[in-house]
Each structure stands twice: as structure tokens, then as C-alpha cells.
């Protein structure tokens, strides 16, 4: 391929007599002569200081932009925003964060398009950004690298983010004291980093990397390390190499791609939101997947890993094991990922894996496939008379399969989480938060305080969770979120009345109110939706737009 050919958006930025403004304004950022000759590398960053997920994302960035040079390019590197879960979680703040995924897809876009980038790189760091940044990628469709920030080290005694949520059960309980609380608030967070458990950060690294949109590897990294380092500026180089070949994203996620994704998503026990994220870029990059294919795949592929939050052990342990890798390769060798899927090395994904070592005879993190926690997926989609459009439920089996209690209802997280740490919630309660949806939020929180405090009052097993709105990759116990129709939308979630029986079943997929038809048809009828809880803003303009968290919860519909 010529180098003009190479240049297809950058040209009509920068050639000719007529673009002699623009070349004046990039000279003054630093462009020579020689430059304008060369492919542009868009970087984007989502460095930010209010995160460690993120903060250490402009040297990253630097880095990137250093590779693309090297090859040839000239990398530019532009900033997009990030906000924390681990920080807004149980707050009103918290509606802000699946919308951040739609600000970092849309903000990438503007700066690319804009500017006429030839190729880009994204960097995420915080959960949202991973589906954000590809879902910005796949619009542009320019060849491109998505490069994860990396996750945290554990925090002193092997405790992470979670710990620290599910502290403030404890304490609830008054099994510690505020000394003790604050120990945990003290040593969990060591540094820079992605939330340490195989939670939505690493979920949706993982997935990103099995879909081949990172480099090999990518995704179990530390994020202070020389291999991060290696990476960025590998993913520089990568970009200009795709160019050459004009792979783009539509050449790598490819339906097999998403199924790729899926079959690693659930091998590695990983988080409820990949499935609203992968519906969403899915949606972005127009490869037909619904819900329904998380059940196929899910009843062929077996839960392996032993990561938090339902196991024990850590990603930067992983990391230590080898990472993803080696796991690839037992589910390409057992037929259970599509090797021919083109990725961002330019060579397919079996060709990848043609030199990957095994795990260590001795790690006890990743199961053989003879030997799996659980036979079949942990990530439900259920249906019933309470989710006539499907929910999803993340059932790893530890707190059973199946849940009959009464409702106990709530509409926030805040009136839940209150009624929880006081003790009102009690064994046998099925804790229902609605309300809590894309649009009824709007911007459906994730529950991550209510479950670790279900969790740390020691109700696991006892008390259910159902909610349209979502769960963080920390939740665990008998968790269903993502009901739809959400309750905003008339969905029969908002027809439940305290002391209702509902019955949850995991292996029939199913969710039931038990009432009868004709009783609920005259709550249908008595429903009447509330007032919208923004009238401008950004979560005004979300909740006008966005679709169901069945499809992903969408803001770009045609
Ligand atoms: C705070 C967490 C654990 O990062 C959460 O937001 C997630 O979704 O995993
Ligand atoms: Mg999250």
C-alpha cells in the first residue's frame, strides 16, 4: 500500500495548497514537514487524575504515540474523560457512569472524525471506558488498537475494592469496629490500576483481547510494569501495520469474534455488565447478537476460573501465571473458539496461540476443562412473567440455583442499601430495586453496595437481589439484574407489591412473580409512571435515547 493510500483521512486534512491553515495550526503542536507525509495516529487517552484506574494513562499514552512514530506515523494523542464507579458507587453520581461509556465512544469519534486520523489507538483504564473506547473504534471502522491500562496489585492481606465495600457490611453487622473499617479503607488500594478481581475492568479487557481488538497478552498485565510499557508502544506499531494490510475493525469483530468474547467472558467468571457491553458494541459494529446467544454459548462453555469476586484469587495473579493466553489455548484446542478470526497482529487468533506455553503444573487459578467451579455459565439470561424481555442473573452456584422468597420492595438503591444495613432485610427476603433502569434512572446504577452489604451481613445464601438496573463486576450472591422491560418502561418489576412471592430458578432460566394473570393485569392497569428524575442534561438527553439493557443500552439507534 502507497503512503497516500495510508493517509486517506489525514490527506484531506492536510494536502494541498487550500489546507495551508491547518498545517499552520499542527505545526504549532509540532508537526514538520515530514510529518505531513506521514499517516496519523490518533492516541486516546483516558488519563485522568480523579481515578487509579486512569492516572497513569498519559505516560501510557506517550508511549503509544512514541511506537506509532517509530513505525512511521505520527502519533497525536487527545484526551477523553473517565469517571469511578469504585468512587460514585451507592451515589447519585453513580447515573453518570454506563452514560461515561456513550461521552468516551461519542468523544472519540468527534476527535477522529474531526481531525482525519488515519489509524488510532484507545487506552481505557475504569470499566467503562474498555466498551466506550471500542464502540468509538468501531464507528470510525480505521484500523485500530484498543490497549488496557492494566489492573491494580492487591492491597495488603490480599484485600481490593471489594473488600473495602463489603467492610461496610461487616461493620453493619458489628462484626468490625471503625478501626477496623478503616484499616481496610487504608491498605486496599496500593496504586495505579483497574479494579484487582476479574470485575468489569478485566472482564471487559479480556473480552477485548479475545475478540483480537488487543494484542496478545494486553489484557493481564499490571498496570506499572515494563510489559504495559511494551505494549503501548507495540500497539503504536500495530496500527501502522494494520494500515498496511487495511485490517479495520469490521475485518476483527466478526459475530465469531463476539462469541470469542463471550466463551472467554464466561471461562473466567467474569462480570454481568460484558454482556450489556458486548450487546452495545456488537450493536456499534452491526454483527447480529442477542441475549439469547450468552445462553447457547453458556451451555457449552464451563466456568474455569477461580477469581474474585466469586473465588479467590486476584488478576495480577493470573497475570503471574501467564494471563489469558495459555486459557485461549485450551478452549481453541477443545473447540470451543473460532481460530480464524482475524486480530489486530495481522495474524488470526490460532496463529497467535501457535507458541503459547501452558500454565504451570502447580497454579490451582485456571481449572482444567475436566475439572471446571461450575459445568455450564454463571452469566443467566432469564425469562418469565417478570421479565417478559429477559434479565440477567450471575449464578455461580455457591448460594444454589434456585430462590423462592417474599419481595421486599424498594424504589432506589439508597432506600435498599438503608433497609439492609439496619436489618430490615431479613433470610428469605428477595430484595427488589426498581427504578434503577437505563431510562428510569436513568443510567442504571450498579448495586455494588447493596450486594457486598448483603454479602457482609452474611445473607448470601439467604436473601436474593433482583433490580433493572445492573450489577458491578464485585457483585456476587443471588443477584438478577438488568430486568426488562425496566420499570420506568411499565415493565411488570414495577408491579410488585411487598410480601409477593417470587421464584428465581437458574437451571429453567426463569423468573416468576407468583401471581396470576388476571391480578396482574389489574396492576398493569393501576401503574402509573413516575416523573422523570432529570428534565435536562446529559442524563436528560440519555434517558430520551437510550435503549433497553436487553439491547444494550444503546444511544445511536438508527
Ligand atoms: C468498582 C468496580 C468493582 O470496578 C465495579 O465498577 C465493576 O463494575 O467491576
Ligand atoms: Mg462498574
Known sequence: MTQDQRRKYSSQVVDGAGRAPGRAMLRAVGFSDEDFRKPQIGIASTWSNLTPCNMHIDGLAREASRGADSA?????????????????????????????????????????????????????????????????????????????????????????????????????????DLIELKAVEEKAIPGAGSCGGMYTANTMASAIEAMGMSL???????????????????????????????????????????????????????????????????????????????????????????????????????????????????????????????????????????????????????????????????????????????????????????????????HSEEEAQARIIDGTVTAGDVVVIRYEGPRGGPGMREMLSPTSAIMGRGLGDSVALITDGRFSGGSHGFVVGHVTPEAYEGGPIGLIENGDTITIDAESNEMRLEIDDAEMERRRQAWQRPEPRYRRGVLAKYARTVSSASEGAVTDRD
Open 72 to 176: 512511521g506515523g505520527k502519533g497525536v494523542i487527545f484526551n477523553t474523560i473517565t469517571v469511578s464507579d469504585g468512587i460514585s458507587m451507592g451515589s447519585e453520581g453513580m447515573r453518570y457512569s454506563l452514560v461515561s461509556r456513550e461521552v468516551i465512544a461519542d468523544s472519540i469519534e468527534t476527535a477522529a472524525g474531526a481531525e482525519g486520523f488515519d489509524g488510532l489507538v484507545a487506552i481505557g483504564g475504569c470499566d467503562k471506558n474498555m466498551p466506550g473506547c471500542v464502540m468509538g473504534l468501531a464507528r470510525l471502522n480505521r484500523p485500530s488498537v484498543f490497549v488496557y491500562g492494566g489492573t491494580i496489585k492487591p492491597g495488603a492481606d490480599h484485600t481490593d475494592i471489594v473488600s473495602v465495600f463489603e467492610a461496610v457490611g461487616q461493620h453493619a453487622k458489628g462484626d468490625i
Open 216 to 410: 496478545p497478552g494486553s489484557s493481564a498485565q499490571n498496570a506499572v510494569d515494563d510489559t504495559k510499557v511494551q505494549d503501548c508502544q507495540a500497539a503504536g506499531q500495530a496500527v501502522l501495520q494494520l494500515l498496511e494490510q487495511d485490517i479495520k475493525p469490521s475485518d476483527i469483530m466478526t459475530r465469531e469474534a463476539f462469541e470469542n468474547a463471550i466463551t472467554v467472558v464466561i471461562a473466567l467468571g467474569g462480570s454481568t455488565n460484558a454482556v450489556l457491553h458486548l450487546l452495545a458494541m456488537a450493536h456499534t459494529m452491526e454483527v447480529n447478537l442477542t441475549l439469547d446467544d450468552f445462553t447457547t454459548i453458556g451451555q457449552r462453555v464451563p466456568v474455569l476460573a477461580d477469581l474474585r469476586p466469586s473465588g479467590q484469587y486476584m488478576m495480577s495473579e493470573l497475570v503471574a501465571i501467564g494471563g489469558i493466553q495459555p486459557l485461549m489455548k485450551m478452549l481453541l484446542e477443545a473447540g470451543l473458539l473460532h481460530g480464524d478470526c482475524m486480530t489486530v497482529t495481522g495474524k488470526t487468533l490460532r496463529e497467535n496461540l501457535a507458541e503459547v506455553a501452558p500454565y504451570p503444573d502447580s497454579q490451582d487459578i485456571i481449572h482444567a476443562l475436566n475439572d471446571p467451579i461450575k459445568k455450564d455459565s454463571h452469566l443467566r439470561i432469564l425469562y418469565g412473567n417478570l421479565a417478559p424481555t429477559g434479565a440477567v442473573a450471575k449464578i455461580t452456584g455457591k448460594e444454589g440455583t434456585r430462590f423462592s422468597g417474599t419481595a421486599r420492595v424498594f
